[in-house]
Protein backbone atom coordinates (compact mmCIF):
# COMPACT_ATOMS: atom_id res chain seq x y z
CA UNK A 1 0.00 0.00 0.00
CA UNK A 2 1.24 3.63 -0.63
CA UNK A 3 1.16 5.82 2.04
CA UNK A 4 1.04 9.29 0.57
CA UNK A 5 0.19 9.82 -2.93
CA UNK A 6 -0.86 12.82 -5.28
CA UNK A 7 -4.27 13.15 -6.47
CA UNK A 8 -4.27 12.64 -9.82
CA UNK A 9 -1.95 9.10 -9.18
CA UNK A 10 -4.73 8.14 -6.66
CA UNK A 11 -7.76 9.18 -9.43
CA UNK A 12 -5.10 6.44 -12.04
CA UNK A 13 -5.36 3.86 -9.53
CA UNK A 14 -8.95 4.28 -8.69
CA UNK A 15 -10.06 4.75 -12.13
CA UNK A 16 -8.03 1.93 -13.77
CA UNK A 17 -9.88 -1.11 -11.48
CA UNK A 18 -13.62 0.33 -12.50
CA UNK A 19 -15.39 -1.21 -14.59
CA UNK A 20 -19.34 0.03 -15.24
CA UNK A 21 -22.72 -1.62 -14.00
CA UNK A 22 -24.77 -3.82 -15.83
CA UNK A 23 -27.49 -2.71 -17.67
CA UNK A 24 -31.14 -3.14 -17.96
CA UNK A 25 -34.23 -1.64 -19.98
CA UNK A 26 -36.56 0.30 -18.65
CA UNK A 27 -39.59 3.16 -19.31
CA UNK A 28 -38.26 6.73 -20.28
CA UNK A 29 -40.50 7.62 -17.82
CA UNK A 30 -38.35 6.73 -15.60
CA UNK A 31 -34.97 7.78 -17.64
CA UNK A 32 -33.77 10.97 -15.71
CA UNK A 33 -30.67 11.12 -14.65
CA UNK A 34 -29.86 7.59 -16.04
CA UNK A 35 -26.77 6.55 -17.90
CA UNK A 36 -27.35 5.14 -21.51
CA UNK A 37 -25.90 1.79 -22.05
CA UNK A 38 -25.67 2.23 -26.06
CA UNK A 39 -25.81 4.36 -29.01
CA UNK A 40 -29.72 5.36 -29.75
CA UNK A 41 -30.33 6.24 -33.48
CA UNK A 42 -33.42 7.76 -34.67
CA UNK A 43 -35.93 5.27 -36.49
CA UNK A 44 -38.05 8.26 -37.92
CA UNK A 45 -37.38 11.95 -39.20
CA UNK A 46 -38.09 15.12 -37.78
CA UNK A 47 -40.18 16.58 -38.24
CA UNK A 48 -41.85 13.00 -39.96
CA UNK A 49 -43.18 15.34 -42.77
CA UNK A 50 -43.10 19.02 -44.38
CA UNK A 51 -44.87 21.30 -42.07
CA UNK A 52 -45.75 24.83 -41.85
CA UNK A 53 -43.96 26.96 -39.32
CA UNK A 54 -46.73 29.57 -39.10
CA UNK A 55 -50.13 30.40 -39.38
CA UNK A 56 -51.23 31.34 -43.17
CA UNK A 57 -51.74 30.07 -46.44
CA UNK A 58 -49.72 27.55 -48.42
CA UNK A 59 -50.11 27.82 -52.18
CA UNK A 60 -47.81 27.10 -55.59
CA UNK A 61 -45.80 30.24 -56.20
CA UNK A 62 -43.68 31.23 -59.36
CA UNK A 63 -41.34 34.23 -59.54
CA UNK A 64 -43.57 36.24 -62.15
CA UNK A 65 -46.38 36.06 -59.54
CA UNK A 66 -48.37 39.58 -59.71
CA UNK A 67 -48.86 41.76 -56.80
CA UNK A 68 -51.31 41.47 -55.37
CA UNK A 69 -52.07 38.11 -55.95
CA UNK A 70 -55.76 36.15 -55.49
CA UNK A 71 -56.43 32.72 -54.82
CA UNK A 72 -59.08 30.81 -54.33
CA UNK A 73 -59.21 29.20 -50.20
CA UNK A 74 -59.86 25.23 -51.31
CA UNK A 75 -59.25 23.71 -48.13
CA UNK A 76 -58.02 24.25 -44.61
CA UNK A 77 -55.29 22.29 -42.65
CA UNK A 78 -55.56 23.13 -38.47
CA UNK A 79 -51.92 20.90 -36.79
CA UNK A 80 -52.45 16.98 -36.69
CA UNK A 81 -54.49 17.18 -40.28
CA UNK A 82 -53.18 15.07 -43.21
CA UNK A 83 -54.30 16.94 -46.51
CA UNK A 84 -55.70 15.32 -48.86
CA UNK A 85 -56.68 18.20 -51.30
CA UNK A 86 -53.91 18.64 -54.03
CA UNK A 87 -53.15 22.49 -54.59
CA UNK A 88 -53.48 23.43 -58.09
CA UNK A 89 -52.22 26.43 -59.23
CA UNK A 90 -55.01 29.74 -58.73
CA UNK A 91 -55.53 27.70 -55.29
CA UNK A 92 -54.57 27.85 -51.81
CA UNK A 93 -54.91 26.16 -48.51
CA UNK A 94 -55.36 27.91 -44.98
CA UNK A 95 -52.87 26.19 -42.97
CA UNK A 96 -52.14 26.62 -39.60
CA UNK A 97 -48.36 26.22 -37.45
CA UNK A 98 -47.23 22.51 -37.34
CA UNK A 99 -49.56 21.42 -39.98
CA UNK A 100 -48.36 18.97 -43.50
CA UNK A 101 -48.04 21.24 -46.28
CA UNK A 102 -50.15 19.90 -49.28
CA UNK A 103 -49.73 18.20 -52.17
CA UNK A 104 -49.64 21.10 -54.71
CA UNK A 105 -48.16 23.91 -52.72
CA UNK A 106 -44.48 25.08 -52.37
CA UNK A 107 -44.47 27.80 -49.93
CA UNK A 108 -46.37 29.54 -47.34
CA UNK A 109 -47.19 33.11 -47.08
CA UNK A 110 -47.72 35.00 -43.15
CA UNK A 111 -52.04 35.37 -42.65
CA UNK A 112 -50.90 39.02 -41.77
CA UNK A 113 -49.85 39.55 -45.38
CA UNK A 114 -53.04 38.18 -46.81
CA UNK A 115 -56.62 39.25 -46.45
CA UNK A 116 -59.22 36.73 -47.01
CA UNK A 117 -62.80 37.78 -48.27
CA UNK A 118 -65.32 34.62 -48.73
CA UNK A 119 -63.55 31.79 -50.24
CA UNK A 120 -60.68 34.25 -52.07
CA UNK A 121 -57.58 35.27 -50.08
CA UNK A 122 -55.33 38.52 -51.68
CA UNK A 123 -51.92 37.85 -51.25
CA UNK A 124 -50.40 41.45 -50.26
CA UNK A 125 -46.74 40.23 -50.13
CA UNK A 126 -46.43 37.16 -52.79
CA UNK A 127 -43.43 34.99 -51.53
CA UNK A 128 -40.84 32.71 -53.21
CA UNK A 129 -41.26 29.18 -53.69
CA UNK A 130 -40.07 27.20 -50.62
CA UNK A 131 -40.98 30.06 -48.49
CA UNK A 132 -42.28 29.48 -44.54
CA UNK A 133 -41.68 25.67 -45.64
CA UNK A 134 -40.43 23.36 -42.73
CA UNK A 135 -39.01 20.39 -44.62
CA UNK A 136 -39.27 16.68 -43.49
CA UNK A 137 -36.09 15.79 -41.36
CA UNK A 138 -34.76 19.27 -41.06
CA UNK A 139 -33.76 18.49 -36.92
CA UNK A 140 -32.88 14.87 -36.99
CA UNK A 141 -33.35 12.28 -40.08
CA UNK A 142 -33.79 8.62 -39.81
CA UNK A 143 -30.75 6.52 -38.96
CA UNK A 144 -29.15 9.70 -37.20
CA UNK A 145 -26.78 9.14 -34.37
CA UNK A 146 -29.19 10.75 -31.50
CA UNK A 147 -27.27 10.35 -28.70
CA UNK A 148 -24.08 8.27 -27.32
CA UNK A 149 -23.22 5.44 -25.13
CA UNK A 150 -22.78 7.02 -21.44
CA UNK A 151 -24.60 10.02 -22.02
CA UNK A 152 -26.28 11.62 -18.66
CA UNK A 153 -30.17 11.24 -19.41
CA UNK A 154 -31.06 15.22 -18.56
CA UNK A 155 -34.81 16.00 -19.58
CA UNK A 156 -34.32 17.18 -22.75
CA UNK A 157 -32.45 14.34 -23.66
CA UNK A 158 -35.64 12.19 -22.62
CA UNK A 159 -37.73 14.82 -24.43
CA UNK A 160 -36.16 14.04 -27.94
CA UNK A 161 -36.19 10.17 -26.98
CA UNK A 162 -40.06 10.59 -26.60
CA UNK A 163 -40.42 13.14 -29.93
CA UNK A 164 -38.83 10.18 -32.27
CA UNK A 165 -41.10 7.55 -30.64
CA UNK A 166 -38.63 5.75 -28.59
CA UNK A 167 -40.78 4.54 -24.90
CA UNK A 168 -38.04 2.41 -23.70
CA UNK A 169 -33.91 2.83 -23.50
CA UNK A 170 -31.55 0.66 -22.49
CA UNK A 171 -29.29 2.30 -19.35
CA UNK A 172 -26.72 1.09 -16.94
CA UNK A 173 -28.49 0.28 -13.56
CA UNK A 174 -27.94 2.62 -10.56
CA UNK A 175 -24.61 2.11 -8.83
CA UNK A 176 -25.40 1.07 -5.24
CA UNK A 177 -23.39 2.64 -2.48
CA UNK A 178 -22.91 1.69 1.29
CA UNK A 179 -22.64 4.82 3.26
CA UNK A 180 -21.47 4.55 7.47
CA UNK A 181 -19.85 7.22 9.71
CA UNK A 182 -17.60 6.31 12.25
CA UNK A 183 -17.09 7.23 15.56
CA UNK A 184 -17.90 7.12 19.53
CA UNK A 185 -18.58 10.79 19.77
CA UNK A 186 -21.31 11.42 16.82
CA UNK A 187 -24.88 11.34 17.92
CA UNK A 188 -28.41 10.71 15.52
CA UNK A 189 -30.51 14.21 14.92
CA UNK A 190 -33.69 14.59 16.60
CA UNK A 191 -31.74 13.59 20.07
CA UNK A 192 -30.95 16.00 22.69
CA UNK A 193 -27.52 16.62 22.65
CA UNK A 194 -25.19 14.97 25.02
CA UNK A 195 -22.06 16.34 26.63
CA UNK A 196 -18.68 15.58 24.24
CA UNK A 197 -20.94 14.47 21.83
CA UNK A 198 -21.78 16.29 17.96
CA UNK A 199 -24.33 15.15 15.47
CA UNK A 200 -23.90 13.14 12.69
CA UNK A 201 -24.00 15.31 9.80
CA UNK A 202 -21.91 13.34 6.96
CA UNK A 203 -24.61 10.71 6.34
CA UNK A 204 -27.35 13.18 5.52
CA UNK A 205 -24.54 15.65 3.68
CA UNK A 206 -23.12 12.71 1.50
CA UNK A 207 -26.13 11.24 1.12
CA UNK A 208 -27.54 13.96 -0.89
CA UNK A 209 -24.53 14.31 -2.77
CA UNK A 210 -24.60 10.39 -3.79
CA UNK A 211 -28.52 10.96 -4.62
CA UNK A 212 -27.59 13.64 -6.93
CA UNK A 213 -25.30 11.57 -8.64
CA UNK A 214 -27.45 8.88 -9.50
CA UNK A 215 -26.76 6.16 -6.87
CA UNK A 216 -29.19 4.26 -4.70
CA UNK A 217 -27.72 4.75 -1.44
CA UNK A 218 -27.93 2.54 1.86
CA UNK A 219 -27.56 4.20 5.13
CA UNK A 220 -25.86 2.90 8.31
CA UNK A 221 -25.78 6.36 10.32
CA UNK A 222 -23.66 6.01 13.09
CA UNK A 223 -20.57 2.08 13.85
CA UNK A 224 -18.25 2.49 16.87
CA UNK A 225 -14.76 2.66 16.76
CA UNK A 226 -14.50 -0.80 17.12
CA UNK A 227 -12.61 -3.37 14.33
CA UNK A 228 -15.28 -6.39 14.32
CA UNK A 229 -18.63 -4.09 14.62
CA UNK A 230 -16.81 -2.05 11.44
CA UNK A 231 -16.70 -5.77 9.61
CA UNK A 232 -19.76 -6.68 10.72
CA UNK A 233 -20.90 -3.37 9.26
CA UNK A 234 -19.13 -3.92 5.62
CA UNK A 235 -20.50 -7.59 5.64
CA UNK A 236 -24.10 -6.04 5.16
CA UNK A 237 -23.00 -3.58 2.51
CA UNK A 238 -21.93 -6.86 0.60
CA UNK A 239 -24.39 -5.80 -2.36
CA UNK A 240 -23.15 -2.70 -2.83
CA UNK A 241 -20.94 -1.42 -5.53
CA UNK A 242 -19.32 0.87 -3.33
CA UNK A 243 -19.02 1.05 0.00
CA UNK A 244 -17.56 5.50 1.49
CA UNK A 245 -16.58 5.44 5.19
CA UNK A 246 -16.32 8.86 7.35
CA UNK A 247 -14.16 9.07 10.29
CA UNK A 248 -11.79 7.02 11.86
CA UNK A 249 -9.44 7.59 8.95
CA UNK A 250 -6.37 9.32 10.66
CA UNK A 251 -3.66 8.23 12.97
CA UNK A 252 -5.08 8.06 16.10
CA UNK A 253 -6.13 4.86 18.05
CA UNK A 254 -9.54 5.10 17.78
CA UNK A 255 -8.82 5.58 13.56
CA UNK A 256 -9.56 2.25 12.77
CA UNK A 257 -11.34 2.34 9.22
CA UNK A 258 -8.11 1.37 7.29
CA UNK A 259 -7.31 -1.53 9.72
CA UNK A 260 -11.12 -3.02 9.66
CA UNK A 261 -10.76 -2.50 5.36
CA UNK A 262 -7.34 -4.75 5.37
CA UNK A 263 -8.78 -7.12 8.20
CA UNK A 264 -12.03 -7.67 6.04
CA UNK A 265 -9.96 -8.85 3.06
CA UNK A 266 -9.46 -5.41 0.92
CA UNK A 267 -6.08 -4.64 -0.91
CA UNK A 268 -5.58 -1.30 0.12
CA UNK A 269 -4.62 1.10 -2.54
CA UNK A 270 -3.00 3.77 -0.41
CA UNK A 271 -3.67 5.73 2.55
CA UNK A 272 -3.03 9.58 2.60
CA UNK A 273 -3.25 12.28 -0.40
CA UNK A 274 -1.08 15.00 -0.55
CA UNK A 275 -3.39 17.97 -0.47
CA UNK A 276 -5.48 19.70 2.08
CA UNK A 277 -8.41 19.29 3.49
CA UNK A 278 -8.82 15.65 3.47
CA UNK A 279 -5.19 14.33 3.93
CA UNK A 280 -6.44 10.64 5.41
CA UNK A 281 -7.85 9.44 2.97
CA UNK A 282 -7.79 5.38 2.23
CA UNK A 283 -8.73 3.31 -0.42
CA UNK A 284 -9.25 -0.62 -1.04
CA UNK A 285 -10.64 -3.03 -3.24
CA UNK A 286 -12.53 -6.25 -2.65
CA UNK A 287 -13.17 -7.99 -5.73
CA UNK A 288 -15.33 -5.74 -7.54
CA UNK A 289 -16.25 -3.86 -4.69
CA UNK A 290 -14.70 -0.79 -3.90
CA UNK A 291 -13.96 1.02 -0.23
CA UNK A 292 -13.54 4.70 0.57
CA UNK A 293 -12.56 6.06 3.95
CA UNK A 294 -12.58 9.46 4.07
CA UNK A 295 -12.36 12.27 6.98
CA UNK A 296 -14.84 12.66 9.52
CA UNK A 297 -13.97 16.55 9.00
CA UNK A 298 -17.37 17.42 7.37
CA UNK A 299 -15.64 20.39 4.33
CA UNK A 300 -12.67 17.32 4.36
CA UNK A 301 -15.17 14.83 3.44
CA UNK A 302 -17.08 16.74 0.91
CA UNK A 303 -13.69 18.32 -0.81
CA UNK A 304 -12.42 14.80 -1.51
CA UNK A 305 -15.86 13.16 -2.19
CA UNK A 306 -15.65 15.89 -5.25
CA UNK A 307 -11.93 15.18 -5.95
CA UNK A 308 -11.62 11.73 -5.87
CA UNK A 309 -15.19 9.91 -5.48
CA UNK A 310 -17.49 11.77 -7.91
CA UNK A 311 -15.17 10.95 -10.66
CA UNK A 312 -15.12 6.92 -9.57
CA UNK A 313 -19.21 6.80 -9.20
CA UNK A 314 -19.08 8.99 -12.88
CA UNK A 315 -16.92 5.39 -14.30
CA UNK A 316 -18.67 3.03 -12.03
CA UNK A 317 -22.62 4.57 -13.73
CA UNK A 318 -21.01 4.58 -17.10
CA UNK A 319 -20.79 8.09 -18.33
CA UNK A 320 -18.05 8.65 -20.53
CA UNK A 321 -18.91 12.29 -21.14
CA UNK A 322 -16.09 14.18 -20.11
CA UNK A 323 -16.16 16.63 -16.75
CA UNK A 324 -15.89 19.77 -16.99
CA UNK A 325 -12.00 20.87 -17.05
CA UNK A 326 -9.77 23.07 -14.66
CA UNK A 327 -9.91 26.41 -15.76
CA UNK A 328 -8.15 29.92 -14.49
CA UNK A 329 -9.52 32.09 -12.16
CA UNK A 330 -8.85 35.79 -10.89
CA UNK A 331 -8.33 35.57 -6.67
CA UNK A 332 -10.99 38.14 -5.23
CA UNK A 333 -9.15 37.76 -1.64
CA UNK A 334 -6.63 36.49 -0.14
CA UNK A 335 -5.66 33.39 1.87
CA UNK A 336 -2.82 34.24 4.34
CA UNK A 337 -1.94 30.94 5.60
CA UNK A 338 1.44 28.96 4.02
CA UNK A 339 2.02 25.31 4.03
CA UNK A 340 3.87 22.24 2.49
CA UNK A 341 0.91 20.76 0.74
CA UNK A 342 -1.59 21.79 -1.93
CA UNK A 343 -4.61 22.89 -0.73
CA UNK A 344 -8.17 23.10 -2.51
CA UNK A 345 -9.99 26.24 -1.04
CA UNK A 346 -13.59 27.04 -1.14
CA UNK A 347 -15.05 29.97 -3.38
CA UNK A 348 -18.28 31.42 -5.09
CA UNK A 349 -17.74 32.39 -8.60
CA UNK A 350 -17.99 35.59 -9.91
CA UNK A 351 -18.07 37.37 -12.85
CA UNK A 352 -16.57 40.64 -13.62
CA UNK A 353 -15.66 42.38 -16.75
CA UNK A 354 -16.31 38.56 -18.76
CA UNK A 355 -13.26 36.84 -16.25
CA UNK A 356 -14.34 34.66 -13.60
CA UNK A 357 -12.91 35.79 -9.92
CA UNK A 358 -13.21 33.30 -6.69
CA UNK A 359 -13.97 35.12 -3.41
CA UNK A 360 -13.12 32.77 -1.06
CA UNK A 361 -15.38 31.20 1.83
CA UNK A 362 -14.17 32.74 5.00
CA UNK A 363 -13.46 29.98 6.99
CA UNK A 364 -11.58 27.39 5.32
CA UNK A 365 -11.12 24.45 7.84
CA UNK A 366 -11.58 21.35 7.62
CA UNK A 367 -14.51 21.00 9.92
CA UNK A 368 -16.40 24.00 8.71
CA UNK A 369 -19.16 22.55 6.44
CA UNK A 370 -20.70 25.78 6.27
CA UNK A 371 -17.88 27.03 3.92
CA UNK A 372 -19.36 24.51 1.55
CA UNK A 373 -22.43 26.70 1.03
CA UNK A 374 -22.62 29.22 -2.20
CA UNK A 375 -19.70 27.83 -3.20
CA UNK A 376 -19.69 27.16 -6.58
CA UNK A 377 -15.18 26.71 -7.14
CA UNK A 378 -12.10 24.65 -6.13
CA UNK A 379 -9.32 26.56 -6.03
CA UNK A 380 -6.07 24.49 -6.44
CA UNK A 381 -3.22 26.05 -4.72
CA UNK A 382 -0.11 24.49 -4.97
CA UNK A 383 2.14 23.07 -2.50
CA UNK A 384 4.92 25.37 -0.83
CA UNK A 385 3.23 28.13 -3.11
CA UNK A 386 2.44 30.87 0.01
CA UNK A 387 0.13 33.37 0.75
CA UNK A 388 -2.35 33.64 -2.02
CA UNK A 389 -3.16 37.47 -2.88
CA UNK A 390 -5.83 39.16 -4.67
CA UNK A 391 -5.33 39.51 -8.26
CA UNK A 392 -3.52 36.20 -8.64
CA UNK A 393 -4.45 34.03 -11.31
CA UNK A 394 -4.64 30.10 -10.12
CA UNK A 395 -6.18 26.71 -11.27
CA UNK A 396 -10.22 25.72 -10.18
CA UNK A 397 -12.40 23.54 -11.09
CA UNK A 398 -16.44 23.72 -10.33
CA UNK A 399 -18.28 22.18 -7.64
CA UNK A 400 -21.22 19.52 -8.82
CA UNK A 401 -24.39 21.56 -9.34
CA UNK A 402 -25.92 20.49 -6.50
CA UNK A 403 -25.08 24.21 -5.44
CA UNK A 404 -26.69 25.98 -7.91
Known amino acids: MKIM ?21 ISIRDAYKRVLAMDVTAQIAMPPFERSPLDGYAYLATAGDPLPLQLNVVSEIPAGTFPERVISPGEAAKIFTGAPIPTGANCVVRMEDTKQVGDDVTILQPVLPGSNIIPR ?10 LKQGFFLTPPAIGLLAAVGMDQV ?14 AELMEVGQALRPAKIYNSNSYTLRGMLQEAGCEVSVIPIVSDEIDETIKVLQMLADTDMVIATGGASVGDYDIMRHALAQFGCEMLFWKL ?39 IRK ?16 ASNFGKTGKQRRFLRAQAVF ?17 LRSMIGSHLLVDVPENHGSVEPGELLMASWIADWEA
Request: aromatic fraction near 6%.
Open 137 to 146: GEEIKEGDLL
Open 316 to 331: LAGRTTAEEGRFLVKM
Open 170 to 183: TVYRRPRVGLLSTG
Open 352 to 368: KNGEIWADLAPAQGSGI
Open 274 to 312: NLKPGTPVSVGQKEKQLFFSLSGNPAAAMVTFELLVRPA
Open 5 to 25: IELEEALELVLTRIRPVEIER
